[in-house]
């Protein structure tokens, strides 16, 4: 029979124990919108009885069984917290951002590790994924953002309401517009109209403005090709 009783890292009981105390703070702090906190914990003290194995590179614990000697003694003390600090320390909810738990292809180990460092959505990912990178955890982060920005996609992919034609300054222009058109700043649109390229003038999530190339001439249907982001691909039949 596997025993229960195995040695462990001191960094990882700290990660576990901050991971758990977060998800407490997060709790009050969404409490404490609609009600204010009306109690503490003034503090709280944890002990240990456990025996240190080094092995010349790692430190780990054993925690002691009832009744054994010889033991070492930690002691962990967590101090109170009140409800201006929960405000003060805790980041407001946000309708607009994405959980880290909502993305169905980022395994678990993968969410256990970013809940660790204190990554539990994809504006926290976004703000510290270039110092992440120089911490060396065993997370491939331009992977994991393809998989975010992809569930981002599935979640707001782009609805085409309406599509015009118009001249302006010598040039012809064709208006796309809709709601969550273009998302990410850091990409162009791509537009291809009957296969061949288009400069895109402006593009925002309701508006994506193309001029159309002066040699193109268009019949009277065509096929518009337009790239919003590297997830989201439309095909539309545009009639002249």
Known sequence: MRSNNQSWKLETFIDTLTVELD???????????????????????????????????DIRFLTAKPGQQGASKVSL???????????????????????IEEVEDIDQETKKELRKIGITSVGDLKKTEPILKKTGKPINYNK???????SRRDQHAPRIQKV???????????????????????????????????????????????????????SQANEVMIAFDPYALYTLNLKN
């Open 23 to 57: 998800k407490v703070r997060e709790t009050l702090a969404v409490k404490a919108l609609n009600k204010p906190l009306t109690y503490s914990v003034k503090d709280v003290e944890l002990e240990l009885q456990i025996f240190p194995e080094f092995d010349g590179d």
């Open 77 to 99: 003390q967590l101090g109170s917290i009140t409800d201006r600090q929960v405000r003060e320390t805790s980041k407001a909810p946000s309708a607009n951002d994405i959980s």
């Open 144 to 150: 994991l953002a393809n998989l975010i920005n992809r």
């Open 164 to 218: 015009s034609l118009s001249q302006a300054n010598n040039n012809r222009l064709l208006d796309i517009r809709g709601e969550y058109l273009a998302l990410s700043s850091d990409f162009t649109p791509v537009v291809k109209i009957n296969n061949k390229e288009a400069q895109v003038l402006e593009a925002s999530e309701e508006l994506v403005r193309v001029i159309i190339p002066q040699d193109q001439t268009l």
